[in-house]
């Protein structure tokens, strides 16, 4: 089975890769749209980690394994949206762990640590819960794009965005397409009318 292993650093992502040429099954190689599977280590899971993930998955095709330190409960289902097949700690990333979940990727399945795949099904029981009118998880907004989109729809630029919120233009712009991309939108103004039609700003 053919990965490709990202890192911020070369010492994880030579750590990562040493751990996988220890298993038999798995091939480490050196360009992405190559490898059947992706494995990233993220050391948080901000907005450009999670477009890093949406690209491994959507543009490459392939299917992705994320290791990382933790994972928030509000930011499990946008990594599971982000069509993530395994979540690995780095406490837990051993050779046989991390060769399971790059198997287990590989064939569709999905491989959660036990205290995240609680957290998964309390999340999709309140969903299932709040009734066919309530947005899904999958469809809602942070509260950090709710305000980046009030002041788009104010007709505020980039900069001027980002100097009222004390973010940097690069957040700004993540914000604007981890929204485009998570929901099927085309354009600013096609984000605008959706949050305005779904009642979040």
């Known amino acids: 089975m053919r990965v490709s292993v990202t890192a911020p650093d070369p010492i994880s992502r030579e750590g990562v890769v040493s751990?996988?040429?220890r298993h038999p099954d798995v091939e480490v190689c050196s360009e992405p749209g190559a490898a059947a599977v992706a494995l990233l280590v993220e050391d948080t899971l901000d907005e450009a980690a999670l477009t890093r993930l949406r690209r491994a998955v959507r543009s490459e095709g392939t299917r992705a394994v994320l290791v990382t330190?933790?994972?928030r409960e509000h930011e499990l289902l946008d990594?599971?949206?982000c069509g993530v097949g395994a979540i690995v700690w780095r406490r837990e990333a051993t050779?046989?762990?991390l060769a399971q979940a790059v198997l287990t990727t590989a064939k569709g399945g999905g491989d959660l640590p036990?205290?995240?795949l609680g957290q998964l099904i309390g999340q999709v029981r309140r969903l299932h819960q709040g009734g066919p009118d309530q947005p899904g998880f999958f469809l809602s907004f942070t509260k950090r794009e709710?305000?980046?989109v009030k002041?788009?729809?104010e007709g505020f630029d980039t900069s001027e965005i980002a100097?009222?919120?004390a973010y940097s233009e690069r957040t700004v712009k993540n914000v604007m397409h981890g929204l485009t991309t998570r929901l099927h939108l085309r354009n600013r103004a096609h984000v605008v009318a959706y949050a305005l039609r779904e009642g979040y700003i």
């Open 95 to 97: 050779a046989h762990r």
């Open 163 to 165: 100097t009222k919120l």
């Open 151 to 153: 002041l788009v729809a």
């Open 69 to 71: 330190g933790s994972v």
């Open 19 to 21: 751990q996988l040429r």
């Open 146 to 148: 709710v305000d980046v």
């Open 79 to 81: 990594v599971i949206e």
């Open 114 to 116: 036990t205290d995240l």
